[in-house]
């Protein structure tokens, strides 16, 4: 079972092949290890031609966004094919705390109260935010720890953030790829004290770059989080 997408930018599931998104309950998730941090994915995203964004649509139609929509009809039985793969996800994963990247749309916290529901009651805690370009700058590397090859889009990009206002959110989609691993687009807010010593299930809605799932790692674990492990509705673009 994949997804089609037509010309009216309508997200339809499609029973007959599994092209863009995996949505088979036998042959969905996917497994990857990210710099070491386990991340289970829900739904595997698959390449069609060589749009690097084949797969979004699902995500932007969950959320309302680009013009995308998903019939109630469809959204359903998407939903209901979560529900079948949850407990699968989650198996054999031990995690005490679930902490949802922040985002402005609801995806990710229904994600993560289903996660947390999974196993009884568990506390959901919204401890990170989206930095801003303060923090970005701040967090940034020194020129001699960025590979030789990146340096010039590196530079590239630092000049352009420069010119941004401090206090803006950073908006990881304006960041080329291959250097957003040294640009921090999330830090850990006040609550954040409150992850110290716990198991950490981090709920996301999609693994694109890694950049966010990984920077929101290392906030959980400079908090003193005891380890971490994430969960994704759709994962990274194969």
Not at 74 to 89: E, H, T, V, Y
Request: glycine share 6%; net charge positive.
């Amino acid at each position: 079972m994949g997804i089609d997408v037509d010309a009216a930018k309508v997200v339809t599931l499609n029973l007959a092949h599994e092209q863009r998104v995996v949505t088979d309950p036998a042959r969905a998730l996917s497994e990857m290890k990210l710099h070491g941090m386990e991340v289970v994915s829900m739904f595997r995203r698959r390449k069609a031609g060589h749009n690097e964004d084949d797969g979004n649509p699902l995500i932007y139609a969950l959320k309302g966004r680009m013009g995308f929509t998903i019939p109630p009809a469809d959204l359903r039985k998407f939903i209901a094919l979560g529900q079948q793969l949850l407990p699968q996800a989650l198996a054999g994963t031990e995690f005490d705390l679930v902490v949802p990247l922040p985002s402005s749309a609801t995806v990710t916290h229904r994600l993560g109260l289903r996660a947390a529901r999974n196993r009884g009651v568990l506390p959901i805690i919204p401890c990170l935010h989206k930095a801003t370009i303060a923090d970005v700058l701040a967090a940034a590397p020194a020129l001699d720890a960025v590979k030789a090859r990146d340096r010039q889009w590196f530079t590239t990009q630092l000049a352009r953030l420069q010119q941004l206002a401090p206090d803006q959110i950073i908006e990881m989609k304006t960041v080329p790829i291959r250097i957003r691993q040294y640009f921090t687009p999330i830090a850990a807010g006040t609550l954040a004290d409150q992850c110290a010593g716990r198991h950490i299930l981090l709920v996301d809605d999609i693994v694109g770059s890694g950049a966010s799932l990984l920077a929101a790692r290392n906030a959980l674990l400079a908090a003193g989080a005891a380890g971490v492990r994430a969960l994704t509705l759709l994962s990274r673009l194969r």
